[in-house]
């Protein structure tokens, strides 16, 4: 019963407030402003949908709702949806959050009303991807997770995020917060073609809810509010920087993400509680920092989808990876093409994402005792990291 159920949620509720919002002046963003406000590009958001509030109403596009019974992609009963949209493109009137991207347009994608269980063959999640990946978003912020996912969901979730690089974007996803080593079952945080965020606090030290593990790629500020904040905030320093930048592809925006931290720039290797460092937009957009290198190579799945190409061919040949370049064990990729577009408009229209949501009320308590003993015995740590951004 467990193994056919997992949780659904965003990883932390944010309720972060504009006076809270320090990273501001910490990341220079008075100067980043003066080169790029995010202008011409769009992030998608999947999440609890996106209200248009006042800071967000110029800067929202139609979108799509996957949610159950929740059609509008407008509409947000949690607000989690709404802040990570602010985080990234609010204006700041009225004394609202001032997004670090403020001319970013905004693509709504929701995919639930509030954190619940859901089944782990349900595939919301999965078509919400799909749809972000074909849609005019160049970037794409996932602040939620699932913590289990039956084979064939796992692997239409590897496919969908396949299709979305194979399609130019980049994928930001929260990595939890928890304060726990993070290795496996938590996706789509620990699936190759997504950027692992996690968080810092003001004095550059890494949050003692801040999931990690050899998967972190990148972190963030997100102290207070959380890895989705983490997450929004590297979304935003993206935009910022292919604003700039038009005709870099996704790997060269990422690349010069990566080479910017300062754990980069002074040679040291990856951690597992900041991965390759805080991203800093201004040593890209106000410095002239990082260099953006070849097009067509990921610098950091570069392995992984040298492993794609080669399972194309009759002979293909297996290649060292480490754990960031590994695919799930049940995933199927390399058909990102392969899925006629008819088809997974049909399922979208329709909803058709598994068995019903009542099935979920089968196992929700037994789930409620068994996340809180995790969530219990989960350990924190807090690590020094580079206090400059």
């Known amino acids: 019963m467990l193994m056919s159920l997992g949780l659904f949620a965003p990883p932390a509720s944010a309720n972060i407030k504009p006076d809270q919002q320090w990273y501001l002046d910490a990341m220079n963003a008075s100067g980043l402003w003066k080169v790029s406000k995010g202008k011409g590009v769009t992030v998608a958001v999947v999440d609890s949908g996106v209200k248009p509030i006042p800071g967000l109403e110029d800067r929202l596009l139609p979108g799509k709702s996957f949610a159950p019974k929740a059609p509008d992609p407008h509409g947000d009963v949690s607000g989690h949806g709404t802040e990570m949209a602010a985080l990234i493109a609010g204006s700041g009137v009225g004394n609202s959050l001032r997004g670090l991207a403020p001319e970013a347009k905004i693509l709504p994608v929701r995919t639930h009303t509030k954190a619940d269980f859901v089944t782990s063959w349900d595939k919301t999640l999965v078509n919400a991807i799909r749809y972000a990946a074909r849609s005019d978003a160049k970037v794409i912020n996932i602040s939620q997770g699932v913590s289990n996912l039956d084979d064939e969901t796992l692997a239409e979730m590897q496919d969908a995020i396949d299709e979305a690089n194979e ?192 099935a979920i009320g089968i196992g929700a308590a037994v789930l409620v005792a068994v996340a809180a003993i995790v969530t219990a015995m989960a350990f924190r740590r807090r690590t020094p990291a580079q206090p400059r951004y």
């Open 167 to 358: 399609r130019g974007k980049l994928i930001f996803v929260a990595s939890g917060n928890d304060g726990r080593r993070v290795e496996k079952r938590d996706y789509p945080a620990v699936l190759p073609g997504v950027v692992p965020v996690g968080a810092v606090d003001e004095t550059g030290t890494v949050a003692d809810f801040s999931n990690y593990g050899p998967h972190l790629v990148l972190s963030a500020p997100g102290d207070p509010g959380g890895t989705s904040v983490a997450s929004a905030v590297a979304s935003a320093s993206a935009a910022l920087i292919w604003a700039e930048h038009p005709d870099w592809t996704n790997h060269q925006v990422l690349r010069v993400m990566v080479e910017t931290t300062g754990r980069s720039q002074r040679g040291e290797e990856p951690s597992m509680y900041l991965g390759h460092g805080i991203v800093r937009p201004a040593q890209v957009l106000v410095d002239g920092d990082g260099d953006p290198g070849p097009a067509d190579v990921s610098p950091i799945f570069s392995k992984y989808y040298a492993s794609l190409e080669a399972s194309k061919s009759p002979s293909p040949e297996d290649g060292e990876a480490d754990g960031k370049n590994e695919g799930p064990p049940t995933a199927k990729p390399g058909k990102a093409q392969e899925q006629d577009d008819e088809q997974v408009a049909a399922q979208e229209e329709t909803g058709d994402s598994g068995p019903p949501w009542t």
